[in-house]
């Protein structure tokens, strides 16, 4: 400031001459002296990348008339490098000072391209200065602004500037408006960031109307008008709210205590999730005091390791300045709850609570509610409205009883105001106030999480890195696990695959007795980390959890009451808990409602009444029992799918058998990988689900598929039946159709041959079996080319 008023008045003498003779406009000031004031060296170049100061300035191309940024940085969005290399700190300077009528233009850069005022293009330059910074943060950019401060020089008068040339006057005088129609603007599109304190507009609204830019010699009537505007009490407000913003404190808080996250599980290799974090500030960030009226509760829920603790401590370590204080509570059981709640305690200021809390010894449960009281009092005082509670993994259901460690969050928040943020499993709790479901991060994500953890580079040429994240399906702790497994084994991506896929157990089982390896995971893998939901389903419902392991073994992606169909009417093949849910549509939503509540399934968006499972708890869900249970469960899962299929002739039948078919291929997977190559079941209900499942692989034109089903039916048959039972040479017959079909003639002929005797003599050959065998022979024969013998 000192600078600039010495040299003003010597930098604003008129020149002798506003036209040349070619009658084009000259700057009314000689540049010189500007441009001798330097104070650096001529040649220092304005580009610095090493900055962490990001610095730059408008000006507009009076070639194009477009706005360009001088920039001390490598620009994101365009290549730059020819100004970048080329611009000096000085010619930065005149350039966006080199306002029409004032300066003449000047040439930068190896084009010798010429600029003039960057006020002709931005004379705001705040949304210029939000698209940089988008530029540079992408979709960090609004979770890591501290402040914004945009400072203007006085509200014009709408009055021309003496000695102008036509056409000047216009836009000069749009100009004049501009800056302030800008600042409105901004502010309504960014009003968040306003109730947040974070945007901050300073401009003297009255007494510099009739100076204009270039009136040095009225620095009295400047500073005077100044004084003026920030002496008001809205204004001193405002810039001591800003001062203490960037102090990183808040001025009005006499509340205030140490931040600390001791004992939290905050990891380092964390990555921002923009979108996520945004609905957390929208929500919880102090708003200015007009708007403080009451309590805002945010519930972040959604299904283990999907990442809302972690969000949760983003959120707290970035924000930490925009509240009074930050407490972090244990909220897995009520006893961890109040052991936290009772140490805040220490860290309130002395004087504003009783001596005997912030030094208390707890000796006796008496003594630990005496502390939590006035903890909870202390938050509840009117004037201390901007702390933030963090209520972590309230995962213990309030209706399984209070023997569980479960507890109403309710009863633990008095008065009216505060942020109080929530993470959980338990879906019920989004109706405490806003909330989101924490959904799977997106590829890109999910590859920025594996390398942070992995700490190298993810492959992306290799076909396995691909299909390890397509596996992993955008789990943050399923991504961290394996980056982790593989960063400590120095296997490669393509073995962890082979052993995700052939050795899932053993991968977890040796993760799990390694001492808890991501020590920044309270739970530690993907092994434990949903036991905690699945004790709590079944104590809750058994039922419900067999349906859970029943789900384990069909396609997760499509789960919904139609696929139990066929155990509605009951019957003793079928269990009795399965024929209560089939049977019975409320309970059917009831057991989907309560795996929703704790985050084990979710909806599908796009299809009515059907449900979806992670793949990874999906796959989970099927080695949480073993090998006997696992063989009872697939014969269960087979029969209902297999049963499910509908027969050719029903009406539009094959919807409903390409809805089947992703459970009938999950099915398939199982059986080879349990029974292997020439097992079977022995129960003759399996054996025939799984011929259905052979013709609904033929319908579907998979014949690969289904002669593997039907080869696996008739041996089951034949040894259940016996070779001339009739059930086993209706399999047969289907054998001979998919072998005619698929062009091998003579198995397709022996085939018929052998069914169409054994129905000959079991039933006659009258019967409309034979009948049928027949009419396929002779079909065969015609493919053959050989004419009818009858």
């Not at 949760?312 to 509570?329: G, K, M, N």
């Amino acid at each position: 400031l000192d600078a600039y008023t010495a040299l003003s008045d010597r930098v604003f003498e008129k020149k002798s001459h506003r036209v040349d003779i070619k009658g084009k406009l000259q700057g009314r000031f000689d540049s010189a002296e500007l441009e001798q004031n330097r104070g650096l060296r001529k040649d220092a170049l304005l580009k610095d990348p090493d900055s962490p100061c990001k610095v730059f300035v408008c000006a507009t191309s009076k070639q194009t008339g477009d706005t360009v940024c001088l920039t001390n940085y490598r620009s994101p969005r365009s290549d730059n490098s020819d100004l970048l290399n080329a611009t000096t700190i000085w010619q930065a300077c005149r350039a966006t000072s080199a306002a029409t009528t004032f300066f003449d233009p000047i040439a930068i850069g190896p084009f010798n391209e010429q600029f003039i005022d960057g006020a002709l293009g931005a004379n705001n330059p705040v949304y210029a200065l939000w698209n940089q910074a988008q530029d540079i943060w992408g979709g960090q950019l609004r979770g890591s602004l501290k402040c914004l401060v945009s400072i203007g020089t006085g509200v014009p008068a709408l009055k021309p500037v003496r000695d102008d040339v036509l056409g000047i006057w216009a836009t000069l005088k749009d100009l004049a408006t501009e800056t302030e129609k800008t600042a409105q603007q901004f502010h309504r599109d960014k009003s968040d960031l306003d109730d947040e304190g974070r945007y901050y507009r300073f401009n003297v609204d009255h007494g510099l109307e009739e100076i204009g830019l270039e009136e040095s010699k009225k620095k009295t009537e400047i500073a005077a008008a100044t004084r003026r505007y920030v002496e008001s009490q809205a204004v001193f407000k405002q810039m001591k709210a800003y001062a203490n913003n960037i102090a990183r404190r808040e001025y009005y808080s006499p509340y205030r205590t140490p931040f600390s996250l001791q004992g939290v599980p905050v990891s380092n290799h964390f990555v921002t999730r923009p979108s996520a974090t945004a609905e957390l500030e929208k929500c919880l960030l102090p708003r200015r005091r007009s708007q403080r009226n009451q309590r805002r509760i945010f519930v972040l829920y959604g299904l283990g390791g999907i990442g809302k603790t972690q969000l949760a401590a983003d959120f707290a370590r970035r924000h930490q300045a925009a509240f009074s204080s930050v407490f972090w509570l244990d909220g897995r059981s009520e006893e961890r709850l109040r052991q936290s709640l009772a140490g805040c305690a220490n860290r309130i200021p002395e004087g504003q609570i009783h001596e005997r809390s912030r030094n208390a010894v707890l000796n006796s449960e008496q003594d630990l509610m005496i502390v939590i009281g006035d903890v909870l009092d202390w938050l509840a005082q009117p004037d201390n409205s901007d702390w933030l509670l963090i209520f972590d993994n309230v995962d213990q259901d309030v209706d399984q009883g209070s023997e569980t460690g479960a507890y109403d969050v309710r009863q633990y928040l008095r008065g009216d105001h505060g942020s109080v943020l929530i993470t959980t499993r338990l879906s019920r709790l989004a109706q405490l106030g806003d909330s989101t479901r924490l959904k799977r991060v997106d590829e890109q994500l999910g590859k920025a999480i594996f390398q942070q953890w992995r700490g190298a580079e993810l492959d992306e040429i290799s076909a396995r890195s691909e299909e390890l994240l397509g596996l992993l399906d955008g789990l943050p702790l399923a991504l961290a696990q394996a980056a982790s497994y593989i960063r400590e084994t120095g296997l490669d991506t393509a073995s962890y695959v082979r052993l995700y896929k052939q050795q899932w157990d053993d991968l977890m089982r040796c993760d799990g007795e390694s001492g808890l390896p991501l020590v920044d995971y309270e739970q530690g893998s993907v092994g434990t980390t949903w036991t905690v939901s699945f004790k709590a389903v079944e104590a809750r419902n058994k039922n419900v959890a067999n349906l859970l392991r029943l789900w384990a073994f069909v396609d997760s992606r499509d789960l919904w009451h139609g696929l139990l169909q066929a155990a509605a009417d009951g019957g003793e093949q079928w269990p009795g808990w399965l024929c209560e849910i089939a049977g019975n549509e409320v309970r059917y939503l009831d057991a989907a409602r309560l795996l929703l509540r704790y985050s084990m399934i979710e909806a599908q968006e796009s299809v009515q009444g059907s449900h979806m499972m992670h793949p990874v708890v999906h796959r989970w869900a099927s080695h949480i029992q073993d090998g006997a249970a696992k063989r009872e469960v697939l014969r269960l899962a087979v029969m209902v799918v297999g049963s499910s299929v509908p027969s050719s002739t029903s009406k539009d039948y094959w919807v409903l058998q390409r809805r089947l078919l992703p459970h009938a291929e999950r099915c398939s997977w199982w059986i080879g990988e349990i029974y292997g190559v020439g097992r079977s079941f022995d129960d003759i209900m399996t054996i025939n689900a799984m011929h259905m499942l052979g013709a609904l692989y033929k319908n579907q034109g998979r014949l690969t598929e289904a002669e593997s089903m039907y080869q696996r039916a008739l041996e089951g048959k034949e040894k259940a039946l016996g070779r001339d039972h009739t059930s086993t040479l209706s399999t047969v017959n289907n054998l001979g159709a998919l072998y005619n079909n698929q062009g091998r003639l003579t198995e397709a002929e022996s085939m018929y041959q052998r069914a169409l005797s054994g129905f000959q003599t079991a039933l006659g050959p009258s019967h409309w079996k034979s009948l049928l065998v027949m009419r396929n022979m002779d079909s065969l024969q015609h493919a053959k080319g050989i004419p009818k013998t009858r």
